[in-house]
């Protein structure tokens, strides 16, 4: 085995580590914060690279900027959708089935827009694919960059909004005891909306940044299964810093394994890792726990 | 200050409460006893919008709870210590406290507010970084206390606050009311302990199966031969 060839993979790995986080954020947040097992995230992230795809190409606008557009629109589809599970009294349970649904209809929807062919932004109007930089011996491709740096920035802000504000506390609160966070002046409704809102918009821009480097099919959300449940688990439901950590871990197994086992071994050394990480270590490897 | 006129509450179908009335006035710490099951938790939880009343009235400064949207009852004025605290075990002992300040009225004042709690229970305030589940339940309990006073309450409502707790913290807890309702804070609360509530209250009501059977001044019903048979065991 070439270390050049192993390095590469592990640094492409680290990189694409950014970008599973990113992918993984939003149903983590949603799981953790809101016991909401949300698998409309896996169509936020689709919808979020299709209409950016489709922006770029018919529009002419830039990938990137799309976000601006995009983003948004997570924003307000993942708010409606918590209002919609608020007022139905979803529970954790209850909106795992209901989201699969989500996700099936929306699936076929998307095949019915853009057809079961891929399509990609080629390099004329997108800047972005095949664009790299050398280190030494290692390529990095730049929109895993931009997506690495993307993913760390929203990690570590999302962690110090709900560590330091008032905002991130009423979420802890309202996780462990909405009764009572109600009876000090939380709105427990209205924080759950606004978390939803968030963790949605984050799977959009996941899916713009997906958008600037992969070729898109209906069928490529059915994969990422294969990365975000072990990214979340393995990251702690609700913890930002340690599902962007859990990124990297599952990006690196993920690329190393397939340089040396072939590239259908990256999910079973994933799902392995998570199945792990589920007897040894279910809060995840970076949450702090009352003792009690 | 508080006024209960005819309220009547349950969960589900299973009705709980039946007319209940009873009032706090300014200044005043009174006292509701009565035996497990009688609904006390019940009351209170329909005061602090932990529940929603029926029928009836809540009145709080002539402001009427009942038509006020549960989050929004702290910042009229009333703070809860739940019963069993209900602190928030994985949070530090600092954010449980800022999250008894989150109404709007008080959140302005939360950082000098934290100091004050932090004067009044120094065993907190070594432990300001600690996960609040990790303390004793004496300590807890403050933390309760502290939280709902983060609130700045106009009225305490507090829920067998000396459940489970040893004599010595039970005193100090008893101590640090009876300071506050000097300062001018008024307090409704629910205590198994008979004797050591109507010695801190001066009045008292009775409930039992979900209706006030008595109410008098704490020296009126310490002298009831019912009351002391049922409750003080004496
Ligand atoms: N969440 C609930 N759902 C249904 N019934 C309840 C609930 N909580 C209490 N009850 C019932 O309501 C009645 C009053 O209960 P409550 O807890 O108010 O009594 P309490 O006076 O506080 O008793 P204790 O002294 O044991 O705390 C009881 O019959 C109880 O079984
Ligand atoms: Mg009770």
Known sequence: MNADLLTQAAVSGAL?????????????????????????HFMFILFGAYVTYQLTSSAGIDPLLAALIVVPLGFAAGGLLQIFFEWAKVDEFKSLIISFGLFIILQSLARTIWSADFRSLDQSI???VGSSFTVGSVSLQIPLVIAFVAAALIAFGTQAVMGRTFFGKAVRAVVHDPDTAQAFGVDHRRVGVLLAA?????????????????????????????????????????????????????????GVAAVIWGPLSASLVTFSIMVLA??????????????? | MLEIRDLTTGYGRAQVLWDVTASVADGEIVTLLGPN????????????????????????????????????ISQSGIAVVPEGRRIFPDMTVTDNLLIGAYNKRARPHHEGNVERIYEIFPRLSERKRQLAGSMSGGEQQMLAIGRALMAEPSLLLLDEPSLGLAPIIVENIFEVLKQLNQEGLSILLVEQNAVEALNLAGRGYVLEEGRIVGEGSSGELLADERLRKAYLGL
């Not at chain 1, 589920?278 to 009690?292: D, Q, S, Y």
């Not at chain 2, 009688?38 to 009145?59: D, E, F, M």
């Open chain 1, 16 to 40: 694409i580590g950014g970008l599973y986080a990113l992918m993984s954020l939003g149903l983590s947040l949603s799981w953790g914060a809101l016991e909401n097992i949300n698998l409309a």
């Open chain 1, 126 to 128: 997108n800047p972005y």
């Open chain 1, 278 to 292: 589920l007897l040894f270590r279910p809060e995840g490897l970076f949450t702090r726990k009352a003792a009690i």
């Open chain 2, 37 to 72: 099951g009688a609904g006390k938790t019940t009351l209170v939880n329909a005061l602090s919008g932990i529940l929603r009343p029926w029928s009836g009235q809540v009145l709080l400064n002539d402001i009427d709870l009942t038509a006020t949207r549960p989050h929004l």
């Open chain 1, 198 to 254: 968030i963790a949605s918009a984050y799977s959009a821009l996941a899916g713009v940044l997906i958008a600037t480097f992969q070729s898109l099919s209906p069928t490529m959300a059915v994969g990422w299964f294969g990365i975000v449940f072990p990214v979340v688990i393995l990251g702690g439901l609700g913890n930002a810093v340690g599902n962007f950590l859990a990124g990297i871990i599952i990006g690196v197994a993920a």
